[in-house]
């Protein structure tokens, strides 16, 4: 299971549950994840992410970290980061 991160007019960035850090993913050739409708600044954060099961190999690397070209992403549905919401009392 990994976090996606959409991303503002760049590659997606992955997070895998045991990792402490991001890689950059690409998504299999034609696939748009659910209910994304473009990510430009007027897209709030939080309807960036996605939780999803995926399958891919390293491709290399870029800005520094792994980069993944994603094979199968299955199980796909958006989240807020438990990270992102506000506490209130």
Not at 8 to 22: H, L, S, W
Not at 26 to 38: E, I, K, Q, S, T
């Amino acid at each position: 299971m990994v976090l996606i991160f959409a991303g503002y007019e760049q590659r997606p960035m992955m997070f895998p549950v045991a990792c402490d850090g991001g890689v950059t993913a690409d998504l299999p050739d034609g696939m748009v994840l659910p209910g994304y409708r473009g990510a430009d600044s007027n897209v709030p954060p939080e309807h960036l992410f996605y939780e999803a099961h995926v399958d891919g190999v390293v491709s290399g690397f870029a800005f520094g970290r792994p980069s993944v070209g994603l094979k199968h992403v299955t199980k796909a549905r958006q989240v807020e980061p438990g990270w992102m919401r506000k506490n209130v009392p």
